[in-house]
């Protein structure tokens, strides 16, 4: 089946600092990445979709300056928190879409939590 | 995207089936019936889907109302395995113009006991 890998899987960093995640498509190529946050005890939100090769297309409330997403290729994106703050602690976790139906399945990696101190 | 809903949380115990439900009254001609579910302190995983005719695969089955304004997740033997929570989504088929974003809601928590 399809796989995403996400890495790191979790980071510590003092405030103040980018940190970057990265998420691949191991065994297909992904026309259409998204990143999500997740907090606590709640569900999953959307933060952005990028295609390939585009400028990605943020969600109302998000900072597209501050959450810095790439897609350079088809197997790979990142997504940079720049000057990361307390508040910015989350588990991010990113989803990859192969083809250009757009009823298939969407595959999600592992997440990364990330602990802003 | 229309919206879903599901109970905040169901108990199983193991061995049995589990009918997880899923009402969207407002859906339209164009979206597909998705279901999604998250372990803990992992990423989604993606279960089934479908338009109008009933789905199994190895996971699941799909059970949709005619009218396609509810739907039920089946799990045929549940395991402790299965305890996670289940999303059900709502996805058009983008040929509107749209990226066919998956938009999660709460879910169902589902617990399995042994």
């Known amino acids: 089946g399809a796989v995403v890998s996400q890495h790191p899987s979790w980071v510590i960093c003092k405030s103040g600092t980018s940190v970057k995640i990265e998420c691949r498509s191991l065994?297909?190529?992904?026309?259409?990445m998204f990143w999500y946050r997740q907090f606590p005890k709640q569900s999953l939100m959307l933060m952005a979709t990028?295609?390939?090769?585009?400028?990605?297309?943020?969600e109302q409330g998000v900072e597209k300056d501050k959450f810095l997403i790439n897609h350079a290729s088809l197997t790979l994106s990142t997504l940079t928190v720049t000057s990361a703050h307390p508040e910015d602690s989350s588990f991010y976790i990113c989803?990859?879409?192969?083809?250009?139906?757009?009823?298939?399945?969407?595959?999600f990696g592992d997440g990364t939590r990330l602990s802003i101190l | 995207d229309a919206k879903t809903t599901q109970p905040n949380s169901m108990e199983s115990n193991e061995e049995e089936p589990v009918h997880l439900p899923c009402n969207h009254s407002?859906?339209?001609?164009?979206?597909?019936i998705h279901w999604y579910r998250q372990l803990p302190s992992q990423g989604p995983e993606y279960v089934i889907h479908?338009?109008?005719s009933n789905v199994n695969n190895r996971m699941a089955s799909l059970a949709i109302a005619e009218d396609r304004k509810s739907s039920t997740l089946i799990l045929h033997r549940a395991t402790l395995r299965d305890a996670a929570v289940y999303y059900c989504i709502l996805r058009d088929d983008g040929y509107g113009g749209s990226q066919g974003n998956l938009i999660f809601g709460k879910g169902t928590k589902l617990s399995v006991k042994p």
């Open positions: 479908g338009l109008t």
């Open positions: 989803s990859a879409r192969s083809g250009t139906g757009l009823n298939q399945p969407q595959h």
């Open positions: 065994d297909f190529q992904a026309t259409t």
């Open positions: 990028s295609n390939e090769g585009s400028k990605a297309t943020y």
């Open positions: 407002t859906i339209s001609g164009t979206d597909y």
